[in-house]
């Protein structure tokens, strides 16, 4: 068996209980993202993975051997901290080369080590700068350099791009990926950014409080999520409460046909994107007062009350050039595609 | 913060009263010393105003350049052992609950607001042949028969880095307890043992703290009077006992103003070149 198991893993922080039940199998080779809002456990689970934290329950597999009780230092991972964690006395080579000098690694293969590892993460001839000589992006590079430079069995990334700004974190994440791809290095990230997780992963594992909500890869998270929250946490969309009999969804502002959908009380996650205008009132349309426009260029929003139970007015979002004749005020008439609906339990 | 000059001479008034303290209490009295040392002593307290090396070219004896060589050994010691044994200590502290810090912290003040006095007649009686370790050190087998640790230059050490290890402590606590936890797990994901982390990354990200430290606490135990009396031999006494001895059992007032200039300037030159080399460490 290759790749990493986590095994039915528990994680208590005296009484209270940071993961339940967590089981992931990682193939080799693999970019699986942990995504989650922050306090979903989705750091312990990676800090429990890397050796920093034990478990209070469960096992953790790595290519068939239990390394549950293996210490961090004996694990050869390579980690990315939040804060990148580079030594602030060492140079730009050195912390390149510190997991080689712990192990005794001679010093001029270190250096071309070093050399091969800064061309890979583009910053070549940077080894002998100093730490604050870099600029945010830059330490990045280096701390990942730091990480792969034992061509770890495992490569953890503990949301290291939340400190970029918005631009950069995007091209390191296509970054990151694409130096993943070429490693094949098996990888672990954690983020709360979901574009981030749709960004890099072949496997997106959401999790809230500390449960596993939903394992897939990116555009299935997004197209089918299991549940509400992994709806709701995933993208923008729209969750309707209401009522399925004989293939038809009965809710405020209107019905849907539904064709083959379970009868009984169900919940649809409709994302904005999937609902169109109307020209007028039908069987298949949700109709509502239209209470806010927001033209934003590539695209243009609107908000619908239907009279929704917990006053959330449906969002509708069209392409940017489509003709919006709706104004604050008007009624507003819509149909959706059965097939892009989602009917949660 | 606000770096305007005042505008009227009115401004300057709040400043006048540290003014005239560091001038009266400060310039005033170091300026008599450096004055006193080039006086003539003539014996039983009295002294005659005329110029002269005479109290400088007695330092230069083997006598006195040993007791300075004794000041600065024991300084140096010192020092070292407050850091080797503080730094670690520190760091775990840092790393320990809260309530373990508060702990240790109120411990290590109230080490501080002891009497030097007291701590001196502590350590003697500890190291005493009849009430101290060495009593122990006998039913423990270790020694055939109870022995005196004191006076000896290892009870002076012991003693003085006693009182300078509170002060290694609160010198580096503010530091260590900055260190992102991240940092020691990073070098342990990479590879290092905990041990190895400390002292591969946690003590050479240090460096500059841990020799301002050193200095800090070499300069203040170059100074120390009480502890080297009553725990050392004659031998073991620093320059500071040297001194308050000229100055009050010899009453030759002169030399004991010559002694202290030269104890403070060797002390200033060599803080400059420590922090020199330590600016220069840090630029390379």
């Keep these: ?345 | 913060m606000i770096q305007s000059r005042p505008r009227t001479p009115l401004g300057y008034l709040p400043i006048l009263l540290p003014a005239f303290a560091l001038i009266a209490f400060y310039i005033v009295p170091f300026g008599s010393m450096v004055g006193m040392s080039f006086f003539h002593n003539l014996g039983g307290g009295a002294y005659e105003e005329v110029f002269t090396l005479e109290n400088y070219a007695r330092l230069v004896s083997p006598f006195f350049l040993s007791v300075l060589g004794t000041s600065f050994e024991v300084a140096f010691l010192v020092a070292l052992f407050a850091i080797v044994i503080g730094f670690p200590f520190t760091y775990l502290l840092v790393n320990a609950r809260r309530g373990t810090q508060v702990f240790w912290l109120i411990v290590m003040l109230s080490v501080l607001s002891l009497s030097e006095a007291i701590i001196g007649f502590a350590w003697s009686t500890l190291l005493s042949r009849t009430a101290g370790i060495g009593v122990l050190f006998e039913a423990l087998g270790l020694t055939e028969k109870a022995q005196s640790y004191a006076p000896s230059l290892g009870a002076v050490l012991a003693g003085v880095t006693y009182i300078a290890m509170p002060y290694a402590v609160l010198l580096l606590y503010p530091i260590l307890s900055r260190i992102e936890p991240d940092i020691e797990q990073a070098s342990r994901t990479l590879g290092a043992s905990p041990l190895r982390a400390f002292f591969n990354v946690i003590v050479p990200m240090h460096r500059t703290p841990i020799v301002v430290s050193f200095v800090m606490i070499f300069v203040f135990t170059l100074g120390s009077y009480l502890l080297p009396q009553i725990l050392g031999r004659p031998t073991n006494w620093t320059l500071s006992v040297v001194i308050s001895d000229q100055a009050l059992l010899q009453s030759n007032m002169p030399f004991a103003a010559a002694l202290s200039i030269f104890l403070m300037t060797v002390t200033i030159l060599l803080v400059l070149l420590v922090t020199l080399i330590n600016r220069k460490g840090a630029k390379a």
Excluded at chain 1, 97 to 125: C, F, M, S, W
């Design chain 1, 1 to 345: 068996m290759s790749g990493l198991i986590v095994e039915n893993v528990d994680k208590f922080y005296g009484s209270v209980q940071a993961l339940s039940d967590i089981s992931l199998i990682v193939d080799n080779g693999q970019f699986v993202c942990l995504l989650g809002p922050s306090g979903c456990g989705k750091t312990s689970l990676l800090r429990i993975v890397a050796g920093l934290e034990d478990p209070s329950a469960g096992r953790i597999v790595l290519d068939g051997a239990d390394i549950t009780s293996k210490p961090a230092h004996k694990r050869d991972f390579g980690m990315v901290f939040q804060s990148l964690a580079l030594f602030p006395h060492l140079s730009v080579g050195d912390n390149i080369a510190y997991p080689l000098a712990i192990r005794g690694v001679p010093k001029d293969k270190r250096r071309a080590e070093v050399e091969r590892l800064l061309d890979l993460v583009h910053l070549p001839g940077k080894a002998d700068r100093a730490i604050t000589q870099l600029s945010g992006g830059q330490r990045q590079r280096v701390a990942i350099a730091r990480a792969l430079i034992m061509q770890p069995k495992l490569f953890l990334l503990d949301e290291p791009m939340s400190a970029l700004d918005a631009k950069l974190r995007e091209t390191m994440q296509v970054e990151v990926k694409r130096l993943q791809r070429d490693l094949g290095v098996t990888s672990l990230l954690v983020t709360h950014d979901q574009r981030e997780a749709m960004t890099t992963a072949d496997l997106v594992v959401v999790m809230s409080e500390g449960k596993i909500q939903q394992v897939a890869p990116p555009i299935e998270i997004y197209r089918n999520p299991a549940n509400a929250f992994v709806a709701d946490f995933i993208g923008i969309t729209n969750l309707i409460p209401g009522r399925i009999e004989g293939g038809r969804f009965e809710g405020p502002g209107g019905a849907l046909t539904l064709p083959g959908a379970k009868p009984g009380n169900a919940t649809l996650s409709i994302r904005p994107e999937d609902i169109a205008l109307a020209p007028q009132a039908g069987a298949d349309t949700l109709s509502g007062t239209v209470t806010f426009v927001r033209h934003l260029g590539a695209t243009t929003e609107i908000s619908v009350d239907t009279g929704n139970a917990d006053e959330k007015d449906l969002t509708v979002s069209l392409p940017g050039r489509t003709h919006c004749p709706l104004e604050v005020g008007d009624t507003a008439h819509l149909s959706v595609d059965p097939a892009s609906v989602v009917v949660l339990g």
